[in-house]
Every structure is written in structure tokens, then in C-alpha cells.
């Protein structure tokens, strides 16, 4: 920690007249700071009235701060005593220059010295600190009145132009009531838009929500200017009562799966079908073998009759099917059905009994995977093919327009331009009629794209057209590349043309 500096004797002996004078000091430099301020904020005022743009705060926030940093500016480098200072004001009160003399002899310890520090010490007893006064200059203070009052004439004149200029561009518009009927208007514009936000937050596809905002729409259609509040709230709340039906309902479907699940006898079958792995209902239907087996040993032979009906409710009761899986379970329950014996078995065939309705059931389980295996692998390469049939159809399309590009480039090359004939003039054609061809007739394709299974003119097929040759020639060439070769190959096979 740092030590605090030990005064000096001269110091000691003027601490509290440059106490008094370290208050005049600050009250100086308080007064000269805002000065300061006053003139910065009536060079802000200035720049108000000249934009007609309201700067009150900004005026009163320049002079703000402006008078607090430069007031401990001025005091620390401008009006803070130091000894020296304070000796002189102190030998102003009639000490002629002995303070003065004293602290320019500090230090010494002569006899000189030592004689006048106490012939100060005697003179100091008899002038006390309250006789000093605190001198304020006059002009000083003339200069605040007159800087004050400009800054506070100019704030506040520019303030007023500036309300003013902004009232007259931006006039305060009258407060308008609205009438009954806007009233009304309003209310049933937003239940409305009430509705279609819950649509639009409903957890459903996109086509059910262009539906229920399609019923929205007719709602609005429907209402009319004369139909009284009670109506139209009573036809709003009935819309949405629909609405709501039609999400529930949407909300409520259930798969084949999902219906197995809720039954006991056909549970584990019902959670590997919502999986879609084909290994996972194999596994189930060895679960439903070995959970069947111990009944069916039994003579106990309406497990197989509960489980086909289980199967058969759960295919009823699902509101998204899958026709080729439903078609499977619907075999395995008349095959469940068929195994149970006719006739009660004698006694002593009890177990030999079991062992055939049990091979049955064997059997029935088996065919039944091949039968899913199919419907489960036939819904993933649906869902393949929808994704990549557009993609391969545009890419078979791009490549047999850039070799026929290629080949109609290369016809113009060997054909001499001739000269073109004006066209005469032609008949206009009825309506939905085109010259040379029957109404109804197809348009020919624009912009170049060519597509391999349309027609020209509405009426000759791109099959009809003599380019075999020209595509041969071009497959001897080496001007195409493999993708191009492979594309015309297939159409050439698809014309039923032999490839060269």
C-alpha cells in the first residue's frame, strides 16, 4: 500500500487557507465549464432551428456533460491552489510577502530561515482564515448570465418551430369511430382469421389445409352485408365445428399395424408390420406360433377362430390401407380358420390332431411372410420409383435432344440455304381448328424440345420419322458420347430398328 506523503511545516501551517481556496477553485472552474455548455447547447439549438428537427434532449445532454468533464478539466489544470498560490493570496491580507518569504525559504534549517518561519507563524496568529474572501470576477459571472440566457432563448425557440414543423407535415389525424356495422366486420374478421391460424398450425398435410382454407373461403364468399351479427357468428362457429371434425377425423386414421396392435392375439405381429422390416415379422409370427402352440395342444382351438377375427377386424377398422398387405392378412385368416378341425378328435388323437392344425398353422405363417414380403417391398419401390421417375425421365429427354440437336446442326451444314418465298396470306381458322389437321388436334412443340413418345403435327408420331439412317450415321461417328450413344441405342430398340 502506498504511503501517505508527510506534509511539510509551511504546508501544515496554510492547510486550511488552501482548503478555502480549493472551494473557490471548483466554483471557478463549475462557473467556466458552463460557459462552455450553454454555448455547445446553443450550437446544437442552432442546428434545431436550421433542420426543423426537434435536438431539446440532445441540447440539454450536450450541456450536461459538457459542464461536468470540463469542470475537473478546468480545476486540475487551471484553478487548483498549490502553495505557492495560496502564500500569495494569503500575503494579500496585509502579511507583506512573509508567507510568501517562508515558503521559499521551506527546506532550510539556518537561523535565517528559522527566524522567519517564526516571525510568519506570529503574523499568521492574528489573520484568521474567515477574513479571506472568495473571489468570483464579475465578468466571469456577466459571461454565464449572457451565454445562459442565448442557449435557454435558442433551445427553446427552436424547440417550438421544430413541434410545429413536424405538426404541420404529420397533422394528428382525427380519432375515427367506428360504426356499428365496421364493428361487426371487425368481430367476424377476426374469428376468421382466428380459424385459418388454426389451420395453419393443425398437424396435417398440405393438401387437407388447402381444403379447410378452401372452406374458409367459401365461408367469406357466403357471407353477406345484410345477414345480421348472430348469423354470421352462428355460420362462422358451424365452419369451425367442421373444420375441427375434418382435423380429428384426419388425426384419428390408423394403418393395418397400428389396428393389430390393439389387439392381444395379434400384437407383436402388429408392431413389426408398423416397422416395415419383413425379418421383424418373421420374428412375430414365430412369437404368435409359440404363444398358439400350447392352446392348439390343448384342444383348445378358438385362439385360431380370435385371431383370424382379430386380423379381420383390424383390416375393417383401418382407415389407410394398404390393399396388398390387407389381401395377405385376409389369407392368413381364412387359412387360420380352415386349419381348425371339424369334428372334436376322438380320444387318443388329441396330440396327433395338434400336430396337424399346428403344421397348418405353420404353413399359413409362411405363406403369409411371402405374401408381406411383397406388398412390404412393393410399397418401398413405389415410394423409389415416384422419387426418381422424374429425375430419369428429364435426363432421358435432355439426351435425345442434344443428339438430335446434333444431327439436325448436321443436316444444315450439308443442305444449301435457300432463298425464303413471301407467305401468302392465310384464312383464319375457326376456332380449336388448325390448317391441314382436325380439331382437337395437338399443337407441335415449341422451343426445340422434342420428346420421344409425342408427335409432330398433331397427327405423325416422332416414330413415322425417317431418322434410322441419320442415327446410324451418327453411332458410326465419334462425335457422341457414351451417355448420347446409349440414349439413341434405345431408341432405335424402341422403334424396333436394328442397331448397326
Known amino acids: 500500500m502506498k504511503e501517505k506523503k508527510q506534509l511539510t511545516r509551511e504546508e501544515k501551517l496554510l492547510a486550511s487557507y488552501r482548503a478555502k481556496l480549493r472551494r473557490e477553485g471548483i466554483l471557478k472552474a463549475c462557473l467556466t465549464a458552463a460557459i462552455c455548455g450553454f454555448v455547445l447547447s446553443a450550437i446544437v439549438s442552432a442546428v434545431s432551428f436550421a433542420t426543423a428537427f426537434d435536438l431539446l434532449f440532445i441540447a440539454l445532454g450536450v450541456w450536461a456533460a459538457a459542464t461536468a468533464g470540463l469542470t475537473a478539466l478546468f480545476y486540475r489544470f487551471l484553478f487548483r491552489p498549490d502553495l505557492s498560490s495560496t502564500a500569495r493570496r494569503v500575503d494579500g491580507m496585509g502579511l507583506e510577502e512573509r508567507v510568501v518569504t517562508m515558503v521559499e525559504l521551506s527546506g532550510r534549517e539556518d537561523i535565517l530561515a528559522g527566524k522567519q518561519r517564526k516571525d510568519t507563524e506570529q503574523a499568521l496568529s492574528s489573520v484568521g482564515v474567515k477574513q479571506m474572501r472568495i473571489g468570483i470576477p464579475k465578468v466571469l459571472l456577466a459571461v454565464l448570465l449572457f451565454v445562459m440566457a442565448l442557449a435557454v432563448f435558442m433551445m427553446s425557440y427552436s424547440t417550438v418551430l421544430a413541434v410545429r414543423a413536424q405538426e404541420t407535415e404529420n397533422p394528428i389525424e382525427e380519432e375515427h369511430t367506428p360504426t356499428p356495422s365496421e364493428q361487426e366486420d371487425e368481430i367476424i374478421r377476426e374469428m376468421i382469421e382466428k380459424l385459418r391460424e388454426e389451420i395453419d398450425a393443425a398437424p396435417v398435410d398440405g393438401t387437407l389445409k388447402s381444403h379447410l382454407h378452401q372452406i374458409v373461403d367459401n365461408l367469406e364468399a357466403s357471407l353477406k352485408p345484410t345477414d345480421s351479427l348472430e348469423v354470421k357468428i352462428a355460420r362462422v362457429s358451424e365452419t369451425a365445428q367442421r373444420i375441427h371434425k375434418l382435423i380429428e377425423e384426419y388425426?384419428?386414421?390408423?394403418?393395418?399395424?397400428?389396428?393389430?396392435?390393439?389387439?392381444?392375439?395379434?400384437?407383436?405381429?402388429?408392431?413389426?408390420?408398423?416397422?416395415?422390416?419383413?425379418?421383424?415379422?418373421?420374428?412375430?409370427?414365430?412369437?404368435?406360433?409359440?404363444?398358439?402352440?400350447?392352446?392348439?395342444?390343448?384342444?383348445?382351438?378358438?385362439?385360431?377362430?380370435?385371431?383370424?377375427?382379430?386380423?379381420?377386424?383390424?383390416?375393417?377398422?383401418?382407415?389407410?390401407?394398404?390393399?396388398?398387405?390387407?389381401?395377405?392378412?385376409?389369407?392368413?385368416?381364412?387359412?387360420?380358420?380352415?386349419?381348425?378341425?371339424?369334428?372334436?378328435?376322438?380320444?387318443?388323437?388329441?396330440?396327433?390332431?395338434?400336430?396337424?392344425?399346428?403344421?397348418?398353422?405353420?404353413?399359413?405363417?409362411?405363406?403369409?411372410?411371402?405374401?408381406?414380403?411383397?406388398?412390404?417391398?412393393?410399397?418401398?419401390?413405389?415410394?423409389?420409383?415416384?422419387?426418381?421417375?422424374?429425375?430419369?425421365?428429364?435426363?432421358?429427354?435432355?439426351?435425345?435432344?442434344?443428339?438430335?440437336?446434333?444431327?439436325?446442326?448436321?443436316?444444315?451444314?450439308?443442305?444449301?440455304?435457300?432463298?425464303?418465298?413471301?407467305?401468302?396470306?392465310?384464312?383464319?381458322?375457326?376456332?380449336?381448328?388448325?390448317?391441314?389437321?382436325?380439331?382437337?388436334?395437338?399443337?407441335?412443340?415449341?422451343?426445340?424440345?422434342?420428346?420421344?413418345?409425342?408427335?409432330?403435327?398433331?397427327?405423325?408420331?416422332y416414330k413415322d420419322v425417317p431418322y434410322e439412317e441419320q442415327f446410324k450415321e451418327l453411332l458410326e461417328s465419334d462425335t457422341l458420347t457414351d451417355e448420347q450413344r446409349k440414349a439413341i441405342e434405345d431408341y432405335l430398340e424402341f422403334l424396333g430398328t436394328e442397331k448397326p
Do not use: C
Open 251 to 461: 388425426l384419428s386414421r390408423t394403418t393395418i399395424g397400428q389396428e393389430l396392435q390393439k389387439h392381444e392375439t395379434t400384437k407383436s405381429l402388429g408392431d413389426a408390420v408398423v416397422t416395415g422390416d419383413i425379418e421383424i415379422v418373421k420374428d412375430a409370427f414365430q412369437t404368435m406360433y409359440d404363444s398358439i402352440g400350447p392352446h392348439v395342444m390343448a384342444g383348445e382351438y378358438d385362439i385360431l377362430a380370435q385371431t383370424a377375427d382379430d386380423i379381420e377386424q383390424s383390416i375393417r377398422d383401418a382407415t389407410i390401407k394398404d390393399e396388398q398387405l390387407a389381401e395377405a392378412l385376409q389369407k392368413l385368416a381364412d387359412a387360420l380358420r380352415a386349419a381348425i378341425p371339424k369334428q372334436p378328435p376322438e380320444e387318443g388323437e388329441e396330440e396327433h390332431v395338434g400336430d396337424e392344425v399346428m403344421k397348418d398353422v405353420q404353413d399359413a405363417f409362411d405363406q403369409a411372410v411371402q405374401d408381406m414380403q411383397d406388398a412390404l417391398e412393393g410399397e418401398k419401390e413405389k415410394a423409389e420409383a415416384d422419387k426418381n421417375a422424374d429425375e430419369l425421365d428429364k435426363e432421358m429427354q435432355d439426351t435425345i435432344q442434344d443428339a438430335l440437336d446434333k444431327l439436325n446442326g448436321k443436316e444444315q451444314e450439308e443442305q444449301p440455304e435457300e432463298p425464303e418465298e413471301p407467305e401468302e396470306p392465310e384464312e383464319p381458322e375457326e376456332p380449336g381448328e388448325e390448317q391441314g389437321g382436325e380439331q382437337g388436334s395437338n399443337p407441335p412443340p415449341v422451343d426445340g424440345d422434342v420428346k420421344y413418345d409425342s408427335v409432330i403435327d398433331g397427327e405423325t408420331s
